[in-house]
């Protein structure tokens, strides 16, 4: 029997991390999403085409209502395009099923959000326990050692029994990365992470998310407001009205 | 997932316990309705202990007639005895069959223990065979029991497992609670469930009165009822002559007739009614609760939209809420009915209302798997909306 191949036989032997930033992660091709409600039509995308490549920090701005929430959700896998294709790592993920979009989203992608969206009846460890709950086969255990390894890595570990209403925001936004890491993921899509913290609460969270970056490999797509953060990523992309401009 | 649930709905427990105390009130709401639903089904399973089919029942009324009505009565039970058609006759007290009427006593005693309350019956040699009784020990009355020193009883099994217990009813001698009468039982029949076909089987007690007594002294007061076997088929006809002859023996006591099929249906009616009502007042009830659980868990979902949009981020599939939503209910639902059996199950063990432990169990099951259903049935179009959530709207920031 043939060993099946889990990895391009290009990349055997070759230094990882170079070849890595030429692969694309995500890529959009002649993206559209229009919103239609009662009355009206919403072009919230209007043929975007762009690729996110393996390790990759690539942060997002442009005015509020322009679509990058909606480019975010699209990437993420949450809702569907109207017109064009997706591809994460390399596969059309657009005919998916619900499950298996579900195993995607489980494996491949981890979520922040600006109001970091934690579920405030489960203390923090349990909330970073999420995404490994919807990870067949894994072991109690297992998510425990995981999770609290996440927590580690954000400075929390000393909180796991605490409830999301005795931390503060950062805190909270610090629990909400440790969820995402949780899962290991390649990519980690982040909607106005720092939205809602003051700017030293917002310093810590960009540096987590730098470091993960930079020692994980791990591909962050990052909407923001704050000049100062885009900047501190390798590329920034702006958008305007649905498009990109930049 | 299981330790998960639990750990929510722990973690829930306030608004919970409010869900929690709904499903436990419609448990019991449930039970009272399986208790009068199971007791009456398993009432009307049971055999009447007499047939009457073919048994008509004369009303007879005398009027102003001043002679003596017993020795009347017994000349036209002789004729109507000899009336072809007619299988048997015999002259009872007014609380024949399906009527509304009861002569209940609590007067029999045994060696000092006193007995249940009893329906009484007069009777007389005849009335085993009109009724087609069952006799299951010892005999019916016979013209032997004129000459006993005490008045023969014949009594149903139940009277006699009530005062007697394990002993043969038979020969034993009962005692009024004043002391100044004695009966001797000579008989036992199985069952005589009289009131209705949802009647509970009673003690009864079957006194013999008959007319070719010399010491039965019948005042003329009395109403004299007549129970007659005819033969299969007879109808309007023999109905007639029937009423002919005792207007021409009595010259001019008048008699209304019924079948006890008739009587049957006329107490059915009498008997189901508050049957239908209660059955109302409780649909309506357990309609409120399915209401009031419905509202909740839709309150319950719209609540936590972020929540599932978030779980479908993490990789939750719509089937997946769907299932975590029935489930969270499930557990609750479990804790609600198991609190309510705790409560329930203390009927049976205190034994109050007289009703048998099997029918108590056998309640408490059907209410369990009633509040099952309906929590089901009240959580299923909840749970669908939960898993048709659309995780990209419902994680939107405002
Ligand atoms: N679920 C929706 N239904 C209708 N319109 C929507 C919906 N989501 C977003 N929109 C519209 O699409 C446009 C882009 O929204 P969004 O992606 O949230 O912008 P941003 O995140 O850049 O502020 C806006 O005009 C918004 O009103
Ligand atoms: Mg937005």
Redesign the pocket.
Known sequence: MEPTLTKSPLLTGAPAAILLKNTPMIKLLDIEKV?H?DTIE?V?LNRVNLTINKGEFVSVM?P????????LSLMGLLDEPTGGTIEIDGRAVTSYSDKELARVRNHKIGFIFQSFHLINDLSVLDNVELPLLYRAGMSGKERRQRAQAALEKVGLIARTKHFPSQLSGGQRQRVAIARALAGAPEIILA?EPTGNLDSVMGDEIMDLLLGLNRQEGTTIVM?THDENMAHKTERLIR?FD?SQVS | MIRHLFTLIWNRKRSNFLLMSEILLSFFVLFAVSVLLVSNYYNYRQPLGFQYENVWELDVNPGQDTTDHKEMLRLLVQRLQSTPGVVAVTNTSTNTPFSFSNMDTNQYTYKGKAGPQTERYDTDDETAKVLGLNVVAGRWFDRRDAAATRPPIVVNQKFAEKLLGQEAPVGKVLVSNDGKREWQIIGVVDTYRSGSDFASNDPAVFDRRALQDTAFKMSNNEVPVLLVRVQPGSGAVLEQRLVKEIKDITKGWVAKVNTLTENRHDKLKVVLTPMIALGIIALFLIINVALGLFGVLWYNISQRKAEIGLRRAMGATGAGIGKQFLGEMLVITTLGVLGGMLLAAQFPLLGVFGIEPPIYVLSILLAALLIYILTAVCAFQPSRIAAGIQP??SL?EE
């Open positions: 919103y409600t919403t919230a442009g509020s209502g322009c679509g990058k929430s909606t480019l909607d909407v958008f649905g | 990209a709207v939107r």
